[in-house]
């Protein structure tokens, strides 16, 4: 049957919709996480708890994968509690991050992403809108995926802050979380979100971290800021 007009833009706009879903990176719970409005200077007081793992520069974790731990310093605020309450509900599987969230009421959340959302903010210089050029390989992957539909063109302005910034983020650590939405029936690894379950179930485990290794390569807005006792002096 040939469509009209009218039919034709209500398709066009039912596929927008649902590209902008299946990118999310939690996309219903990230969605109904309201800005936190957290305490940053309360926040810096909780943090002795972040500052072992997202303290030190090059710290890797090794259970229940290899792989740099997450640079959190400059993320968006709205998306730390989003991934914290993920890890508190059991959403995201890992044993000692839904330990510690688990230990988190929603005013620690909000303190603590507060504090980490404005760390080192003074020496971050915004990325420019629009990244380098990808080679053909990788974009048609990000074009397959829709990516820039909601982490934004340079991969740095998310069209909402409950999703993460992309860009620069260590590979290894992108490559593990995307791997995540895949497995199945892992205690210690998975990440229960449909959307993106179904998302990445389209790529396989070399296309993402193929996808992973670019974003790393992009200019980022996102730190690990060292913490003076990790020093070595």
Do not use: W
């Not at 590979?171 to 979100?193: C, V």
């Not at 998302?199 to 992009?218: A, D, M, N």
């Amino acid at each position: 049957m040939t469509q009209t007009p009218i039919n034709s833009s209500i398709h066009r706009l039912l596929a927008v919709s649902v590209a902008l879903l299946v990118l999310s990176p939690a996309a219903f719970s990230q969605a109904a996480v309201a800005a936190p409005g957290g305490d940053p200077v309360k926040g810096e007081q909780k943090a002795s708890m972040c500052i072992g793992c997202h303290g030190i520069v090059g710290y890797q974790a090794s259970f229940p994968v290899v792989y740099k731990v997450p640079m959190i310093s400059g993320q968006n605020a709205e998306y730390i509690v989003a991934a914290l309450a993920a890890y508190k509900k059991g959403e995201r599987k890992h044993p000692t991050m839904r330990a510690i969230a688990g230990s988190m009421n929603d005013a620690d959340m909000a303190d603590l992403a507060a504090f980490y959302h404005q760390q080192n903010a003074s020496s971050i210089k915004p990325v420019a809108d629009a990244p380098p050029q990808a080679p053909a390989a990788v974009e048609a992957l990000l074009t397959k995926g829709v990516c820039a539909s909601c982490h934004g063109a340079n991969y740095s302005k998310p069209i909402n802050a409950a999703y993460p910034k992309l860009a620069g983020q260590h590979g290894d650590y992108l490559t593990m979380s995307l791997r995540s939405y895949k497995t199945e029936g892992n205690p210690n690894l998975g990440r229960a979100n449909a959307i993106m379950g179904a998302q990445v179930k389209q790529f396989s485990l070399q296309e993402l971290k193929t996808i992973g290794e670019y974003l790393s390569t992009l200019p980022s807005e996102l730190r690990v800021v060292p913490q003076a006792r990790f020093i070595a002096h």
